[in-house]
């Protein structure tokens, strides 16, 4: 039986970053691979090796689905997209069709949620601070810290790094509030989390974790308002998306509030622009997007796509399948 076309679709640096050499090796093990890869510019100047294409492999630096490629590719059924948003690339013309997508947002979850953990602790210790001040001042100088004994953190959105941050959490002696309009209180219980309104979860928390999607609804949704809430030396920590906060809302009340601490590791835009007090603020702690899947963290994306694959042609049910329904609802 010959085997089903397949072709890689991606930024050049995406292809070796997402599949490693052994996923790439397994691919073309079970699938036609089209020679050579192309990228989301070059296609169109190739648009003949998608006459028989049934699978196309991507991520970062996909092409958009547009009218033109899909015209090209009549016999296209799934992508395997090994990355995490599908925002900027499907169109109603791929829905249109029938084309099933999935992703590896699942597996770009995984870093979040440890670079999340990681930040909660150090929050919860005022290990930055701390630091901070003893390079200032060459001295030791402690204050009151919560620590991580029974003290609460509050997590806005239960999506999936929302719950596996909560699974993690669970293992601590810590409250967990959470913030989510999608979720009742009987699924909170279940996963050992109370549901509070957004008001209340900035005025009880010690770290408030930010884990909503950008969507239209959700754009500056985090605000001074907010801010102003929080208890003597909370912290903040946004690993979601610069645009659901407020940002100079925030940075407002960072300046009118030195008790509290932010981590912030996405901004709008993205990099802060050079005169941003994002840069400046004593009581910031600004990485450069490095939450999410870097370096080889990624070749835990291809893994989940090639996984995928083995299931798409056994004929199973994909784990990360998105469907327009549900792309509604993600970043």
Known sequence: MPKRQGIFILSADSLNLIYSPDHQAVIRRIVEVTEPPQTAESIFNHLEQLEYTEMIFSGWGAPVFSDELL???PLLRMVFYGAGSIRGIVTDEFWKRGIRITSAWGANAVPVVEYTLAQIILCLKKAHTHARQVKEQRSWERFEVAGAYQSTIGIVSLGMIGRLLVEKLKTF???????DPFYNALEAHQMGVEMVSLEEL??????VSLHTPWLPETEGMIQAKHFQLMKPGAAFINTARGAVVAESEMIRVLVERPDLFAVIDVTHPEPPEPYSKLFDLP????TPHIAGSMDRECWRMGQVMVDE????LEGKPLS????????????
């Open 173 to 179: 002696d810590l409250r967990i509030l959470a913030y």
């Open 283 to 286: 009581n910031v702690y600004l």
């Open 202 to 207: 900035f005025t009880l928390s010690d770290v």
């Open 320 to 331: 990360f399948e998105i469907s327009y329904e549900r792309a509604k609802n993600l970043a």
């Open 309 to 312: 694959l083995s299931r798409y």
């Open 71 to 73: 015209e090209a590719a």
